[in-house]
Nanobody, 113 residues
Framework: QVQVVESGGGLVQAGGSLRLSCAAS??????IGWFRQAPGKQRELVAD???????NYADSVKGRFTISRDNAKRMVYLQMDSLKPEDTAVYYC?????????WGQGTQVTVSS
Protein backbone atom coordinates (compact mmCIF):
# COMPACT_ATOMS: atom_id res chain seq x y z
CA GLN A 1 0.00 0.00 0.00
CA VAL A 2 1.36 3.38 -1.00
CA GLN A 3 1.79 5.88 1.79
CA VAL A 4 2.62 9.56 1.43
CA VAL A 5 2.97 11.52 4.65
CA GLU A 6 4.14 15.12 5.10
CA SER A 7 5.44 16.78 8.21
CA GLY A 8 7.33 19.86 9.31
CA GLY A 9 4.83 22.65 8.84
CA GLY A 10 4.25 25.33 11.41
CA LEU A 11 4.21 29.01 12.18
CA VAL A 12 7.27 31.06 11.34
CA GLN A 13 8.11 34.73 11.08
CA ALA A 14 8.88 36.30 7.72
CA GLY A 15 12.51 35.73 6.84
CA GLY A 16 12.64 32.49 8.77
CA SER A 17 13.05 28.91 7.64
CA LEU A 18 11.25 25.60 7.76
CA ARG A 19 12.02 22.16 6.42
CA LEU A 20 9.20 19.97 5.24
CA SER A 21 9.56 16.21 5.01
CA CYS A 22 7.72 13.73 2.83
CA ALA A 23 7.84 10.02 3.53
CA ALA A 24 6.78 8.18 0.38
CA SER A 25 6.74 4.40 0.36
CA UNK A 26 5.04 1.41 -1.20
CA UNK A 27 6.03 1.84 -4.86
CA UNK A 28 8.74 2.81 -7.29
CA UNK A 29 8.12 6.47 -7.92
CA UNK A 30 8.93 8.41 -11.06
CA UNK A 31 8.62 11.76 -9.37
CA ILE A 32 7.97 13.25 -5.97
CA GLY A 33 7.07 16.87 -5.58
CA TRP A 34 5.60 19.56 -3.42
CA PHE A 35 2.45 21.51 -4.14
CA ARG A 36 0.77 24.19 -2.12
CA GLN A 37 -2.67 25.69 -1.90
CA ALA A 38 -3.59 28.93 -0.23
CA PRO A 39 -7.20 29.73 0.69
CA GLY A 40 -9.22 30.64 -2.37
CA LYS A 41 -6.39 29.83 -4.74
CA GLN A 42 -5.47 27.02 -7.10
CA ARG A 43 -3.10 24.32 -6.01
CA GLU A 44 0.28 25.02 -7.57
CA LEU A 45 3.53 23.18 -8.06
CA VAL A 46 6.28 24.37 -5.76
CA ALA A 47 9.08 21.96 -6.60
CA ASP A 48 9.61 18.42 -7.75
CA UNK A 49 12.38 15.93 -8.28
CA UNK A 50 12.37 13.29 -11.00
CA UNK A 51 13.91 9.83 -11.19
CA UNK A 52 16.92 11.11 -13.11
CA UNK A 53 17.54 13.80 -10.53
CA UNK A 54 16.12 16.73 -12.45
CA UNK A 55 14.75 19.50 -10.27
CA ASN A 56 11.99 21.95 -11.02
CA TYR A 57 10.94 25.01 -9.06
CA ALA A 58 8.19 27.53 -9.31
CA ASP A 59 9.54 30.96 -10.19
CA SER A 60 8.18 32.34 -6.95
CA VAL A 61 10.43 30.10 -4.83
CA LYS A 62 13.60 29.90 -6.90
CA GLY A 63 16.61 30.81 -4.84
CA ARG A 64 14.72 30.36 -1.59
CA PHE A 65 13.49 26.75 -1.57
CA THR A 66 15.50 23.60 -2.13
CA ILE A 67 14.10 20.14 -2.79
CA SER A 68 16.25 17.11 -1.99
CA ARG A 69 15.96 13.38 -1.55
CA ASP A 70 17.38 10.79 0.81
CA ASN A 71 16.92 7.52 -1.06
CA ALA A 72 18.02 5.34 1.84
CA LYS A 73 15.34 6.82 4.07
CA ARG A 74 12.80 7.15 1.26
CA MET A 75 12.35 10.78 2.23
CA VAL A 76 12.01 13.96 0.22
CA TYR A 77 12.62 17.32 1.82
CA LEU A 78 11.72 20.88 1.04
CA GLN A 79 14.04 23.36 2.69
CA MET A 80 12.31 26.74 2.77
CA ASP A 81 14.41 29.80 3.53
CA SER A 82 13.63 33.51 3.47
CA LEU A 83 9.97 32.76 3.93
CA LYS A 84 7.42 35.37 2.96
CA PRO A 85 3.80 35.81 4.05
CA GLU A 86 2.72 34.84 0.55
CA ASP A 87 4.23 31.41 1.14
CA THR A 88 1.43 30.72 3.61
CA ALA A 89 -0.47 27.68 2.39
CA VAL A 90 -1.15 24.04 2.94
CA TYR A 91 1.75 22.13 1.45
CA TYR A 92 1.13 18.72 -0.09
CA CYS A 93 3.54 16.02 -1.11
CA UNK A 94 2.69 14.30 -4.40
CA UNK A 95 4.23 11.05 -5.54
CA UNK A 96 3.81 9.48 -8.98
CA UNK A 97 4.32 5.97 -10.22
CA UNK A 98 3.32 4.20 -13.44
CA UNK A 99 -0.23 3.70 -12.29
CA UNK A 100 -1.32 6.60 -10.12
CA UNK A 101 -0.60 9.83 -8.38
CA UNK A 102 -0.69 9.88 -4.62
CA TRP A 103 -1.26 12.83 -2.35
CA GLY A 104 -0.32 13.35 1.24
CA GLN A 105 -2.70 14.86 3.74
CA GLY A 106 -1.03 18.27 3.73
CA THR A 107 0.85 20.28 6.30
CA GLN A 108 0.08 23.89 7.15
CA VAL A 109 2.75 26.55 6.74
CA THR A 110 1.95 29.98 8.10
CA VAL A 111 4.34 32.90 7.70
CA SER A 112 3.66 35.99 9.76
CA SER A 113 4.82 39.46 8.81
Amino acid sequence: QVQVVESGGGLVQAGGSLRLSCAASGSTFNAIGWFRQAPGKQRELVADILVGGSLNYADSVKGRFTISRDNAKRMVYLQMDSLKPEDTAVYYCRARDIWNVYWGQGTQVTVSS
